[in-house]
T-cell receptor, first 116, second 113 residues
Framework: NAGVTQTPKFQVLKTGQSMTLQCAQDMNHEYMSWYRQDPGMGLRLIHY???????DQGEVPNGYNVSRSTTEDFPLRLLSAAPSQTSVYFC???????????????FGEGSWLTVV | KQEVTQIPAALSVPEGENLVLNCSFT??????LQWFRQDPGKGLTSLLL?????REQTSGRLNASLDKSSGRSTLYIAASQPGDSATYLCAVRPEQGAQKLVFGQGTRLTINP
């Protein structure tokens, strides 16, 4: 059971380039999300999904796109990279449990992105 | 807007001590609160999850409490060990917009041998 898998782990981009951070989970979780972590800012939600075909914006969505065509995959696309997008990116997943409660959150190992 | 604060930002204690990490939140309308551990250069590992109807959760040497009405949670670590050195983060799931977790900035804990 791999859990939440993110690729690549490290990436350097030039300003203006585009790229996709991949996230996959093999736990059949309905909820998935992307966060970025910056010094002094903590973790901030970029986009999230409550199921295949359904996505929504988080706190800092500008400059990023997501899609959720399958339950397993939730890629994050940087459309035109900017130095301000230099950060560590975490993908996470969770699920509903009995009684309407929500589970613990499972995080990937992170993707370190530098935009020069 | 929900805000989560963790004090202190950093804590250094000698090995063997019992210690308490604090987390406060401004809006008591939460689904649950979760404590995480993050080692340098690594992802977040879930330690304890407290549902809004619960008062505390325990796992080994860790005990987390939740007081919704006062907007506070504490993480108690008993008999601290050097391996406990890490950054500890708390996060709340708000009732409105349960997928929009709000994180504190963390407490960096150092346990000195």
């Amino acid at each position: 059971n791999a859990g939440v898998t993110q690729t690549p782990k490290f990436q350097v981009l030039k300003t203006g380039q585009s790229m996709t951070l991949q996230c996959a989970q093999d736990m059949n979780h309905e909820y998935m999300s992307w966060y970025r972590q910056d010094p002094g800012m903590g973790l901030r939600l970029i986009h999230y999904s409550v199921g295949a075909g359904i996505t929504d914006q988080g706190e800092v969505p500008n400059g990023y796109n997501v899609s959720r065509s399958t339950t397993e995959d939730f890629p994050l696309r940087l459309l035109s990279a900017a130095p301000s997008q230099t950060s560590v990116y975490f993908c996470a997943s969770s699920y509903s449990i009995m009684g309407g409660m929500l589970s613990t959150i499972y995080f990937g190992e992170g993707s370190w992105l530098t935009v020069v | 807007k929900q805000e989560v604060t963790q004090i202190p930002a950093a804590l250094s204690v000698p090995e063997g001590e019992n210690l308490v990490l604090n987390c406060s939140f401004t809006d008591s309308a939460i689904y649950n609160l979760q404590w995480f551990r993050q080692d340098p250069g690594k992802g977040l590992t879930s330690l304890l999850l407290i549902q809004s109807s619960q008062r505390e959760q325990t796992s080994g040497r860790l005990n987390a409490s939740l007081d919704k009405s006062s907007g506070r949670s504490t993480l108690y670590i008993a008999a601290s060990q050097p391996g406990d050195s890490a950054t500890y983060l708390c996060a709340v799931r708000p009732e409105q917009g349960a997928q929009k977790l709000v994180f504190g900035q963390g407490t960096r804990l150092t346990i000195n041998p």
